[in-house]
């Protein structure tokens, strides 16, 4: 009889992951439709180099049609400004802007868009759980990829 019990709790707590797990999913998935959320970037990794752990906070943000980058940058610069310019900290307008899902519910978020220094691709996967990859391909620069997760919660 007891063995039955304990089956029977993890088979309860074992549903309750899964709730928990849909809950989550449902939260990221109506975050990314509704195209006001922000990546927390944890790491970077440049083209050609180590990944680097990210200690300070950094984000993508994207509100409507526009793009706030709070990103550091390592790799080659083919032209920049002098003083190196601002890097990958900008607030500009998205063009090209396209959202699809796979059959596994990721989303990948493709826009385009341009400050005084330099054009950007930017490719994002937002995956079920939050977890993000976010791939930039400057004009200017070597191509670089962050990952981090979705905020889902409010910071105060």
């Known amino acids: 009889m007891g063995i039955a019990l304990f089956f029977g709790g993890q088979s309860l707590l074992a549903q309750e992951a899964k709730s928990k797990k849909e809950k989550k ?8 439709n509704g195209g006001r959320y922000t990546v927390e ?14 200690t300070s906070l950094y984000s993508l ?13 390592f790799g080659r610069a083919y032209s920049v ?3 190196g310019g601002e890097r990958m900290r900008f607030t ?3 063009t090209e802007h396209t959202l699809s899902y796979d059959k596994k519910g990721t989303a990948r978020i493709i826009f385009k868009t341009r400050t005084d220094e330099d054009s950007y691709t930017f490719n994002i996967q937002i995956f079920k759980n939050g977890s993000s990859t976010i791939q930039v391909t400057p004009v200017n620069r070597q191509a670089i ?4 997760d979705l905020l889902t919660e409010k910071k105060e």
């Open 25 to 32: 999913a449902q939260l990221v998935k109506e975050l990314v």
């Open 41 to 54: 970037v944890t790491r970077a990794l440049p083209m050609g180099g180590r990944s680097v752990n990210l």
């Open 61 to 73: 943000e994207l509100r409507g049609d526009s793009v706030l980058s709070y990103l550091p940058y």
């Open 81 to 83: 400004p002098y003083g």
């Open 92 to 94: 500009s307008t998205m």
């Open 145 to 148: 990829t962050y990952q981090g």
